[in-house]
T-cell receptor, first 113, second 110 residues
């Protein structure tokens, strides 16, 4: 029962470096999304995808890129990391439709110095 | 724009008490509402999902209600235990996107 798997769990980056946060799900869910969680701000939607080849922006997309080449994977790319991107990142997946329940990964704690 | 508010932000109770956590939202056009639990440094665990057409859902000692017309949901925890200590988050689903409240941090004292 893997569910939603995120890697890595922890990462420290220097300002300007790039990296990719990985997210994979084994439930054949069409919908996948990325959130960031910051103290006092709650969880905010970064990007989402309703299926392979389709992505769209959420509430806070600047500084992040995504792609969805397969149903299972939805990586999040930071092209040039900034200290403001220090956060905990969560990936979620669900089926499409009104009755869907969202499942979350365990998170990636990212620090940009 | 949908806004979700959770009150109180923090709550401390003695073991055995029944308690209610509140969640309010400004736009009633939602697919469903989901309650999550988050332990420190961990991910989100889904507790209960209430569809927009439902009034309540129950799982063990947990009962969640939904009043869409007034924009309110409550999570009732019966006979609280120290293991219930965690942050509880509610999220409304609009078109597949989840909009979260900021959570209620619950501490249950032995």
């Amino acid at each position: 029962n893997a569910g939603v798997t995120q890697t890595p769990k922890f990462q420290v980056l220097k300002t300007g470096q790039s990296m990719t946060l990985q997210c994979a799900q084994d439930m054949n869910h069409e919908y996948m999304s990325w959130y960031r969680q910051d103290p006092g701000m709650g969880l905010r939607l970064i990007h989402y995808s309703v299926g392979a080849g389709i992505t769209d922006q959420g509430e806070v997309p600047n500084g992040y890129n995504v792609s969805r080449s397969t149903t299972e994977d939805f990586p999040l790319r930071l092209l040039s990391a900034a200290p403001s991107q220090t956060s905990v990142y969560f990936c979620a997946s669900s089926t499409l439709g009104a009755s869907t329940e969202a499942f979350f990964g365990q998170g990636t704690r990212l620090t940009v110095v | 724009k949908q806004e979700v508010t959770q009150i109180p932000a923090a709550l401390s109770v003695p073991e055995g008490e029944n308690l209610v956590l509140n969640c309010s939202f400004t736009d009633s056009a939602i697919y469903n509402l989901q309650w999550f639990r988050q332990d420190p440094g961990k991910g989100l665990t889904s507790l209960l999902l209430i569809q927009s057409s439902q009034r309540e859902q129950t799982s063990g000692r947990l009962n969640a209600s939904l009043d869409k017309s007034s924009g309110r949901s409550t999570l009732y925890i019966a006979a609280s235990q120290p293991g219930d200590s965690a942050t509880y988050l509610c999220a409304v689903n609009q078109g597949g996107k989840l909009i979260f409240g900021q959570g209620t941090e619950l501490s249950v004292k032995p």
